[in-house]
């Protein structure tokens, strides 16, 4: 069974540095990952995703995250953190086994982020 | 483009009634898949749909259940409702493209679940 580890339940940084929020996972075959982001009271919105090709992949809002295949590792970045950041952010990996053609996505506990000012 | 909506956003019932939630996807996408989110669980799956047919089930019991209109637009139903059912349920629509891109699920704003 496919699985995703977020490390940290919450990370803080200061306004204007550089942020990480981890991202580990464990799947069966290629993995395909995402990073969403939650704010309070809302939807998930999609950030970014991997599938194939180079491994720094950028989205939205300025984030990019870097595929680490030897580290199963999928780690969600910016190089200056505003405090319109702070928010819940969740890494996911898509099941492609679990049914003909399904989509399921098993998503990471999530990782509380505050940008302090 | 409008993205996914959801009716109600809140509920509220109690104990051992049902509830029936709604949700309409981005135009031209045909998966609607379901979440159920928790403090305690976070984010698990419940159900997939495509072409009105349902494709996969997680892991919860039959008194979840779902279906999809010929619109693509899809229902889940609740019946016997326990405390534990209380929770943000989230819908989510994507593209599908057999055997090509893989797209990504856009989620609705999800209806907030408190069962008294």
């Known amino acids: 069974a496919q699985s995703v580890a977020q490390p940290e339940d919450q990370v803080n940084v200061a306004e204007g540095n550089p942020l990480t929020v981890k991202c580990t996972y464990s799947?069966?075959?290629?993995?395909?990952l995402f990073w969403y982001v939650q704010y309070p009271n809302r939807g998930l919105q999609f950030l970014l995703k991997?599938?194939?090709?180079?491994?720094l992949v950028k989205g939205s809002y300025g984030f990019e995250a870097e595929f680490n295949k030897s580290q199963t590792s999928f780690h969600l970045k910016k190089p200056s953190a505003l405090v319109s950041d702070s928010a819940l952010y969740f890494c996911?990996?898509?099941?492609?086994?679990?049914?003909?053609?399904?989509?399921?996505?098993?998503f990471g506990k999530g990782t509380k982020l505050s940008v302090i000012p | 483009k409008a993205g996914v909506t959801q009716t109600p956003r809140y509920l509220i019932k109690t104990r051992g009634q049902q509830v029936t939630l709604s949700c309409s996807p981005i135009?031209?996408?045909?998966?609607v898949s379901w979440y159920q989110q928790t403090p305690g669980q976070g984010l698990q799956f419940l159900f997939e749909?495509?072409?009105?047919?349902?494709?996969n089930k997680g892991n919860f019991p039959g008194r979840f259940s779902g279906r999809q209109f010929s619109n693509s637009r899809s229902e889940m139903n609740v019946s016997t409702l326990e405390l534990g059912d209380s929770a943000l349920y989230l819908c989510?629509?994507?593209?599908?493209?057999?055997?090509?891109?893989?797209?990504?699920?856009?989620f609705g704003p999800g209806t907030r679940l408190t069962v008294t």
């Open positions: 989510a629509s994507s593209l599908v493209a057999a055997g090509g891109p893989v797209y990504e699920q856009y």
């Open positions: 799947v069966s075959g290629n993995p395909y």
């Open positions: 991997y599938i194939t090709g180079d491994n």
């Open positions: 996911a990996v898509r099941d492609l086994y679990s049914g003909a053609g399904s989509y399921q996505l098993t």
């Open positions: 135009s031209g996408h045909r998966s």
């Open positions: 749909y495509f072409s009105e047919t349902q494709r």
